[in-house]
């Protein structure tokens, strides 16, 4: 007996303008797939590529400035929504309205079980569904950007890697990963990701939480990669990219990351007219077998990988007034340390056209890694790069210099200069009004650091001393993966005097010079799990940010069993119960608003003014400013 097809993973609404969508699904067999829409019906038949199977379905006669529910159908059998009484939803938008961004990275996609929640704590995905469930829809994010590290490839959950265990005993996965089994170090990586049918594991895992589903399904979402989605430290350095590409297992993981990356979260990326000249999308759906497909699929990720790469993932998306660009700071790298760049000319070129030619009110550039970062390791990562470049005459500190590098991690914007500076005269660009009107507002956003904080940029050149354009950065992370305690010491000091005094002298004593541009933390540090969400409306900017915490029904000894599986005492939630909790024994997942911040708009002080003044007199650094740590709290919500 056949069993009739069912959606695996999605529905996910990826992409929303005023009249189009487009929703991307995966199936466990091929079938007809139906979405329905109001009055707009489109059916498009799945496609398949190692053994799974997909479709992404254009809308595009939506009724403008309305929320429409939807439904999916698998040959004619209603598959989606599995619970009518939370429908999904398209929200089409008006050129006035208000646009809310919600964003955030670096998410483990573990089980919401109690000893999961104890370990790695709540997850700010499920804490914003349960939200929006209560909240007026008006108030719900218009599209949410998630900055990288969807999934671990290189760190899987128990769960995956008891999997990955069992397939490597039955002769599972690549031929080259089980022969890695014992080598030791980075060369062994039995116990990894490796090809797309492990990879899909970590999509399913991810995203077919109940609450996370259907927070997929009815906000729109932006994705771009960063090294978890293939392995920790990808493309640091040229010599960490020798000693990788050396292995045997390489293009094995190479093809199942970026193949699966296309499939699962590139090409809900692209516009619908962007999707229509997608060569290899158009290629994926015209083959005629799905052992075609699968051989077109890994020949593209084989080529993504090499100098002459054939896909641009870096995209942009406009809101309204709202312009947001995605930066691929990952794949797109040139290597060389005589001329270290985060991205390849092409990227660059084409990331100066999209933030050149936007005529908006704010400009929001996402990026895995932030560009400001804290003092101290700016400092530190433009020192290590330094003393890095190979120098004939000093060949052991070049060596020493690219441990350090791999070994702390060196690897965001300022460990490439060269890309540091060409970003500031961009910002500069923009805000001076060179290529037109400049906007109210350049918002830089990150995620990787394992940690959240806010920045006031100061640029510094003559040319914007009176431009009105405010510059910050927004960084959060993680969504869900807390950081090492020892490592938030760390954190804590990089922005405490004298540290950051003593790296700037390290880093000008080899050379490095002073960029155009001062900044200073404003808020934070914070390392819980959380959410940031921007407000633009008109010219005004608004930040919330927002962290995840769990709401016990247990106590004491109670809640120290959780640590335990299986020993959750029986006990829990009977009180709530009895007062009509539906969660019953479970723990609850919430939002608690930490800080709600105006960025820009009347009323604010003129461009870093004051805090210029301040920084100069409190003996703050140029290229790694001073810091303010105040914090506000509001009341939960």
């Known amino acids: 007996m056949t069993l009739p097809p069912e959606i695996?993973?999605?529905?996910?609404?990826?992409?929303?303008?005023?009249?189009?969508?487009?929703?991307?699904?995966?199936v466990s067999a091929p079938c007809e797939v139906t979405i329905r829409a109001g009055d707009e019906v489109v059916t498009e038949r799945s496609w398949g590529v190692h053994g799974h199977h997909f479709a992404v379905l254009h809308l595009c006669r939506l009724p403008e400035g309305e929320m429409t529910p939807y439904e999916v159908s698998l040959d004619d059998r209603l598959a989606w929504p599995v619970d009518p009484g939370r429908p999904s939803v398209i929200r089409t938008p008006r050129a006035d309205d208000t646009v809310r961004l919600a964003f955030g990275s670096c998410r483990r996609g573990e089980s919401q079980t109690p000893v999961a929640l104890r370990r790695i704590g709540a997850d700010a995905l499920v804490a914003l569904a349960h939200r929006m469930a209560h909240t007026p829809q008006e108030e719900w994010p218009d599209a949410m950007l998630l900055l990288g590290d969807q999934v671990y490839a290189d760190i899987p959950s128990r769960e995956i890697s008891e999997?990955?265990?069992?397939?490597?005993?039955?002769?599972?996965?690549?031929?080259?990963?089980?022969?890695?089994?014992?080598?030791?170090?980075d060369r062994d990586v039995?116990?990894?990701?490796c090809d797309f049918e492990e990879y899909s594991w970590l999509y399913h895992e991810s995203w077919r939480d109940a609450d996370v589903r259907w927070l997929l399904s009815t906000v729109p979402s932006c994705m771009i990669l960063d090294d978890h989605d293939l392995r920790d430290d990808w493309n640091s350095s040229h010599a960490w990219r020798r000693e990788m590409t050396a292995q045997p297992w390489w293009s094995d993981r190479v093809i199942g990351a970026f193949g699966s990356y296309f499939v699962y979260q590139h090409l809900g990326n692209l516009a619908p007219d962007e999707l229509e000249r997608n060569e290899m999308y158009?290629?994926?759906?015209?083959?005629?077998?799905?052992?075609?497909?699968?051989?077109?699929?890994?020949?593209?990720?084989?080529?993504?990988?090499?100098?002459?790469?054939?896909?641009?993932?870096?995209?942009?998306?406009?809101?309204?007034?709202?312009?947001?660009?995605?930066?691929?700071?990952?794949?797109s790298r040139h290597l060389d340390p005589q001329d270290r760049r985060v991205?390849?000319?092409?990227?660059?070129?084409?990331?100066?056209?999209?933030?050149?030619?936007?005529?908006?009110?704010?400009?929001v550039i996402?990026?895995?890694?932030?560009?400001?970062?804290?003092?101290?390791?700016?400092?530190?990562?433009?020192?290590?790069?330094?003393?890095?470049r190979d120098q004939p005459d000093k060949p052991a500190t070049a060596r020493f210099g690219e441990w350090i590098r791999l070994t702390v991690d060196l690897e965001h914007w300022a460990a490439f200069r060269n890309s540091f500076d060409d970003l500031v005269g961009l910002l500069t660009e923009v805000a001076a009004g060179d290529h037109g009107p400049a906007p109210a507002s350049i918002l830089l956003l990150g995620g990787d650091v394992h940690c959240s904080y806010l920045e006031e940029v100061d640029l510094t050149a003559e040319r914007v001393v009176d431009s009105t354009t405010r510059v910050h950065q927004l960084v959060m992370s993680p969504f869900r993966n807390p950081l090492q305690k020892s490592i938030r010491a760390v954190n804590r000091l990089s922005v405490r005097e004298p540290v950051p005094a003593l790296t700037r002298r390290l880093a000008r004593a080899v050379g490095v010079r002073e960029p155009e541009a001062r900044w200073r933390v404003t808020d934070g540090l914070w390392f819980d799990n959380g959410v940031m969400t921007l407000v633009l409306r008109g010219r005004r900017a608004t930040v919330?940010?927002?962290?995840?915490?769990?709401?016990?029904?247990?106590?004491?000894?109670?809640?120290?069993?959780?640590?335990?599986?299986?020993?959750?005492?029986?006990?829990?939630?009977?009180?709530?119960?009895?007062?009509?909790?539906?969660?019953?024994?479970?723990p609850r997942q919430v939002l608690r608003r930490t800080l709600s911040k105006e960025l820009t708009g009347e009323g604010l002080s003129p461009r870093g003014s004051a805090d210029r003044t301040d920084a100069v007199r409190d003996g703050a650094l140029r290229g790694g400013a001073g810091q303010s740590t105040a914090v506000r709290t509001e009341a939960a919500r």
């Open 343 to 363: 991205m390849d000319a092409n990227e660059w070129q084409w990331t100066r056209e999209s933030c050149l030619d936007a005529d908006v009110d704010h400009l």
């Open 366 to 388: 996402g990026s895995s890694l932030p560009a400001f970062m804290l003092p101290a390791l700016h400092n530190l990562e433009g020192w290590n790069e330094a003393v890095s």
């Open 8 to 26: 695996l993973v999605g529905p996910m609404l990826r992409y929303v303008d005023s009249t189009d969508a487009t929703v991307w699904v995966e």
């Open 544 to 586: 919330q940010v927002d962290h995840a915490t769990v709401e016990w029904p247990a106590r004491g000894l109670g809640k120290a069993l959780t640590l335990v599986p299986g020993l959750a005492p029986e006990s829990w939630g009977r009180r709530r119960r009895r007062e009509g909790d539906s969660l019953g024994r479970k």
């Open 282 to 331: 158009r290629a994926l759906r015209s083959a005629g077998s799905d052992a075609e497909r699968e051989s077109l699929l890994d020949d593209f990720a084989l080529s993504t990988d090499s100098e002459r790469r054939t896909e641009q993932w870096s995209f942009k998306r406009d809101f309204g007034r709202v312009r947001v660009v995605m930066l691929d700071v990952r794949a």
């Open 163 to 185: 999997r990955l265990a069992e397939r490597r005993r039955a002769g599972g996965g690549p031929q080259s990963v089980r022969d890695s089994a014992g080598a030791g170090g």
């Open 190 to 193: 039995s116990d990894e990701i």
